[in-house]
């Protein structure tokens, strides 16, 4: 079955950094089209950052400037480099992956996806 696993969560201060990283089988190839995405409870998940196989990236308002999105295909790894990092920032971070390309408007939408991750949580306290 194919799966994702993310790893690079933790705990952190107000104004510092961390990166995230998500590796598996679902993604398959530089075709796939990946994204980062975060639950805060009581909150809906939401779309943080995305890119497609055509290296576009795009970003959530709430995260532009602070958080970078990156694929190493011959690692078959995605990462999610977040800076500047606030309170509100803190939630359960999701990696996704859809074979072939996602629709640049769509791409940050959960259900453009089919394979998720288990999430890692990130918390940061001020």
């Known amino acids: 079955q194919a799966q994702l696993v993310e790893s690079g969560g933790g705990s952190v201060q107000a104004g510092g950094s961390l990166r995230l990283s998500c590796a598996g089988s679902?993604?398959?190839?530089?075709?796939?089209?990946l994204a980062w995405f975060r639950k805060a409870p009581g909150k809906e998940r939401e779309g943080v950052a995305a890119?497609?196989?055509?290296?576009?990236?795009r970003f959530a308002d709430s995260v532009k400037g602070r958080f970078t999105i990156s694929r190493d295909n011959a690692k078959r790894t995605l990462y999610l480099q977040m800076n500047s990092l606030k309170p509100e920032d803190t939630a359960m971070y999701y990696c996704?992956?859809?074979?072939?390309?996602?629709?640049?408007?769509?791409?940050?939408?959960?259900?453009?996806?089919?394979?998720w991750g288990q999430g890692t949580q990130v918390t940061v306290s001020s």
């Open positions: 996704a992956a859809q074979r072939g390309t996602v629709a640049y408007w769509s791409r940050l939408r959960d259900d453009a996806y089919r394979f």
């Open positions: 679902a993604y398959t190839s530089r075709s796939d089209s």
């Open positions: 890119i497609g196989s055509d290296e576009l990236t």
